[in-house]
C-alpha cells in the first residue's frame, strides 16, 4: 500500500511503524520540522521517505492520505494540497479539530469534486495500538476506508456518513475521560497532604468495583435528582476543606456549579421527590427543561 502523512509527530509515527512492522508499505511523510534531527531518526526508524514539502507527499500515487497536524493547522494542511488531490485516495483528517472545521474542510473538497474526504478520531493510545489503534470514522466513504483499513488490521468503526460525528464522539467522551484524569488529581492531591491516599484510593476501588458501570452511573445520575440541593451545601464544606490546605478547589468549584444548575431544575418536583428509575429519563428531561 502507498500511504501517506502530513504530519510526523506521534500520529505518524506511531501508525507508520505499525504499518511497517506488519507488512512492507511505501510512506511517505512531511513535517514542517522536517530539517530537525529528531523527526530524520524518526522517519528512519519507521521505514518512512521524509519530504521537504506536503505537496511532494499528495503527489504520489497514494490509497489514503493522513493529516495528523495540531487541529489549528487542518484547514491550511489540507489547503495546501488542494490543487493535487484526486477521486482515488482516501483523505484521512486525525486531528482534533471540532466538527465544523472538519466540515468546513470537506465542503471545500465537495467544491473541488472530492468526496473521500473522512473525518478520522483516535480513541485509544498510540503507543500501544499504533495504527490498530480504536479509530472512529465518518464521512461519506467512511464505510468503504473500514472495508480498507481492514485489510490492514487497522480497528476502525464506521460511525456515520456525517463529516464531524465521529470528531463530536471523541469530543463527548473527552468530557468525561479528561474530566475524571484531572479529578483524580484533585483527589488524590488533598488525600496525600492528608496522609488518607491509600485509604482513599481503597474506598474509591471498593465503590467502583461493586457493580457494572452502567449501574453505578445511573444511581450517580438519578442520586442528583433527590439530592442536589443538599449536596451543594456538602460541596460548600469540601471547598472550605480544600482551601483550608491551601489547594485550590478546580474540580469541585465546577461540581458545585453543576449542582446548583441541577437544584435549579426542580427535577426534585418534577419527579413528586421520589427517584427516577433510569438515568436517561432524568437526561431527557433536562434538555427540555
Known amino acids: 500500500m502507498n500511504i501517506g502523512f502530513i504530519g510526523f509527530g506521534e500520529v505518524g509515527y506511531e501508525m507508520s511503524k505499525g504499518f511497517n512492522n506488519q507488512q512492507n508499505h511505501k510512506i511517505y511523510v512531511y513535517d514542517p520540522l522536517f530539517e530537525r534531527k529528531e523527526t530524520i531518526q524518526r522517519a528512519k526508524e519507521a521505514h518512512t521517505t521524509l519530504f521537504d514539502d506536503p505537496i511532494k507527499v499528495a503527489q504520489k500515487s497514494l ?20 490543487a493535487h488531490l484526486n477521486h482515488k485516495t482516501f483523505y484521512v483528517d486525525l486531528s482534533t479539530a471540532s466538527a465544523a472545521t472538519k466540515q468546513q474542510i470537506n465542503t471545500g473538497m465537495m467544491e473541488k469534486g472530492i468526496r473521500s474526504f473522512i473525518d478520522g478520531a483516535i480513541m485509544g493510545p498510540l503507543k500501544e ?10 464521512g461519506y466513504k467512511a464505510e468503504e476506508f473500514v472495508h480498507w483499513g481492514n485489510d490492514l488490521d487497522m480497528n476502525l468503526t464506521f460511525v456515520s456518513t456525517g463529516v464531524g460525528d465521529a470528531t463530536n464522539i471523541k469530543f463527548i467522551r473527552s468530557i468525561f475521560t479528561k474530566g475524571l484524569s484531572t479529578l483524580l488529581h484533585e483527589v488524590m492531591e488533598i488525600a496525600e497532604l492528608n496522609q488518607l491516599e491509600d485509604t482513599i484510593l481503597e474506598s474509591i476501588t471498593e465503590t467502583m468495583d461493586k457493580e457494572p458501570f452502567e449501574k453505578i452511573m445511573n444511581r450517580l445520575i438519578t442520586g442528583n435528582v433527590l439530592h442536589a440541593e443538599r449536596r451543594v451545601k456538602e460541596m460548600d464544606n469540601v471547598i ?17 456549579n453543576k449542582l446548583i444548575a441541577l437544584a435549579n ?23 427540555r427543561t
Open 129 to 138: 495500538g499504533q495504527h490498530k489503534v480504536p479509530t472512529s470514522v465518518s
Open 63 to 82: 490509497d489514503v492520505l493522513f493529516v495528523a497536524v495540531p487541529a489549528s493547522y487542518a484547514v491550511e494542511a489540507w489547503e495546501t494540497v488542494w
Open 240 to 256: 472550605d476543606f480544600i482551601k483550608s490546605h491551601n489547594q485550590e478547589p478546580h474540580m469541585t468549584n465546577a461540581t458545585r
Open 265 to 287: 431544575k426542580n427535577l426534585n418536583n418534577q419527579y413528586n421527590g421520589e427517584a427516577p428509575q433510569d438515568w436517561k429519563s432524568v437526561i431527557r428531561m433536562i434538555n
